[in-house]
């Protein structure tokens, strides 16, 4: 796959038996559908989250394709305050987080924090961040 | 099993020869139409030249064209143990000289085809797919079933078939299209001293042009079909469990995916049609495979043993047809093969997750992917095409080679 910012191919990282679609120059993240939930466990704070993602379309980030079908992405909120703005497949393809949204997405949620996947997510990206 | 092999064949080349006749007719009525004085004669000779030609490509390269059209992928036995087991246990089963080739097509649509010339020379072509939603049970059924085609020379009949077929519609339409494109030439020259014969040979023409592929493709049908029941009794003789492949065709035609490589040349070497979707509303007579519900229930109905007679006699009751779908020859073979208890234990289903994941790995090992097992617990699966020649795990931090 590749990355659909910078175009370069995009590495596979496989954590706890989920695979993470990872650009090493860029460092943004894809999570196919379905991903990010198996990631952070089906709880009521996740569903919480997911359903807060909201399409917002007016936003003037530049358009990115799907890096499966090729087609533009929506543009979506997460969270209330301080909305981070990512990408989301209009056919549900997967979603896109620039360098670093995933993590702050997992912190918004204050999902479990002994979630043991998240942790090594937070620590993944953490390192990369700094 | 030669006196069978011999009979198969016998059969299918009555009907060989009549969709040859078609394409000498018809290369005959279009010389003739073109040309009134010995015209016909040249024509046939053009229609069996091409044809040899064609048939000359086929047997030189038409294995690796049919696998190359099909985005078929060569594969190492580490690649996927299993099934090279499998394919090796049943090369040995049915006495083969020499372990097909074993290819992958990534999809995920389950199915399974064998090419190739000779048993010598064939190939044994699963899909991912395949891989991912079978058992072993249900694989070796559909590894022996294509066992059961190289085994009886089906591949390259089918390739000669398939090659005859696909002559005859590319003359009539080359002839349809000239006829098209030059009418109003034709029309002018004609009025001058144009014979009435001439004039009745070109309609024939158009007609035979217009009827031939669809006869023979009727005839390629029937062939393909009837090999395809002798497949499936084979292969029941090769693995003594009719249910592994009963239950693996049941999985396959449950299958809603297509395969986007298949096309109407390939789409006959499937074990089942991979365009059934596009082609489910014509009638029986135009399908390439018997219909599977009825392929399961003889498989299920099979009491005798795993020998041909129980087949013949399982085929009977299901379709209640007298007909003899297996050869006489293969009737007297009433060797007593019991069937073998399922396999137990390991091969309970894995979890839809497990073989998803064994799936893209297995792809991605197809696909020249390189694996790294960082310490710190990641694993990294770096692309072919991946542009620097080393990788830092984003965890740790650790920098590995990625090419070696």
């Avoid at chain 2, 014979?195 to 005839?219: C, E, K, R, T, Y």
Wanted: positive net charge.
């Amino acid at each position: 796959m590749r990355c659909p910012v910078c175009k370069n191919p995009m590495v596979i990282l496989e954590l706890q038996q989920i695979e993470i679609d990872y650009c090493t120059f860029c460092q943004g993240i894809w999570l196919d559908a379905g991903e990010l939930e198996a990631l952070l466990g089906d709880t009521q704070q996740v569903q919480d989250l997911l359903t807060s993602f909201k399409i917002d379309d007016a936003i003037r980030e530049k358009r990115i394709k799907c890096p499966i079908c090729n087609k533009k992405m929506h543009k979506i909120q997460a969270g209330q305050h301080n909305p981070i703005i990512i990408d989301k497949c209009r056919i549900d393809h997967g979603l896109w987080f620039d360098s670093g949204e995933l993590q702050q997405i997992i912190e918004m949620g204050s999902l479990h924090k002994e979630n043991e996947i998240l942790i090594l997510l937070k620590d993944i990206f953490t390192n990369k961040l700094k | 099993m030669w006196e069978l092999i011999r009979a198969n064949r016998r059969k299918s080349l009555v009907l060989f020869f009549i969709m040859g006749m078609f394409l000498v007719l018809l290369g005959y009525l279009i010389g003739q139409a073109f040309k009134p004085q010995g015209g016909g004669i040249t024509g046939v000779v053009i229609a069996i030249f091409v044809w040899f030609i064609l048939n000359m490509i086929s047997m030189f390269s038409g294995s690796k064209i049919m696998l190359t059209v099909s985005n078929a992928k060569e594969i190492t036995p580490d690649v996927h143990p299993r099934l090279y087991n499998i394919v090796e246990e049943m090369r040995m089963a049915a006495n083969l000289p020499k372990t097909p080739k074993v290819y992958i097509i990534n999809t995920e649509a389950p199915n399974a085809f064998a090419t190739g010339r000779t048993p010598d020379d064939a190939a044994i072509a699963v899909t991912a797919g395949l891989l991912a939603k079978l058992n072993r049970d249900e694989l070796q059924g559909v590894v022996a079933h294509e066992t059961s085609h190289i085994l009886n020379r089906d591949i390259r009949f089918m390739t000669y078939a398939g090659i005859m077929l696909g002559t005859i519609v590319l003359i009539s339409e080359l002839y349809l299209r000239t006829l098209f494109f030059s009418s109003s030439a034709r029309y002018r020259s004609d009025s001058k001293g144009g014979g009435q014969g001439q004039l009745i040979m070109m309609v024939l023409a158009i007609v035979m042009a217009i009827l031939a592929p669809i006869a023979a493709q009727l005839l390629y049908f029937a062939i393909s079909r009837k090999r395809e029941y002798l497949a499936d009794a084979s292969a029941v003789r090769l693995t003594r469990y009719p249910e592994g492949l009963a239950a693996a065709l049941e999985k396959i035609s449950g299958s809603t995916q297509d395969i986007e490589t298949a096309n109407k040349v390939t789409a006959p070497m499937y074990i089942v049609n991979p365009l059934k979707k596009k082609g489910m509303k014509i009638a029986d007579l135009t399908s390439t495979h018997p219909p599977i519900s009825e392929r399961i229930r003889i498989l299920r109905s099979m009491a005798g043993g795993a020998n041909f007679t129980s087949y013949q006699q399982a085929w009977s009751t299901v379709t209640g047809s007298p007909s003899h779908i297996i050869p006489r020859s293969g009737l007297a073979d009433n060797e007593s093969l019991g069937f073998r208890p399922p396999a137990s234990g390991e091969d309970i289903e894995a979890d839809m997750k497990q073989s998803r994941r064994d799936l893209g790995n297995l792809m991605m090992a197809v696909n020249q992917y390189t694996f790294i097992d960082c310490p710190c617990g990641v694993k990294l699966k770096v692309p072919p095409d991946y542009k620097s020649l080393q990788v830092e795990c984003p965890r740790c931090g650790r920098i590995h080679k990625v090419s070696d």
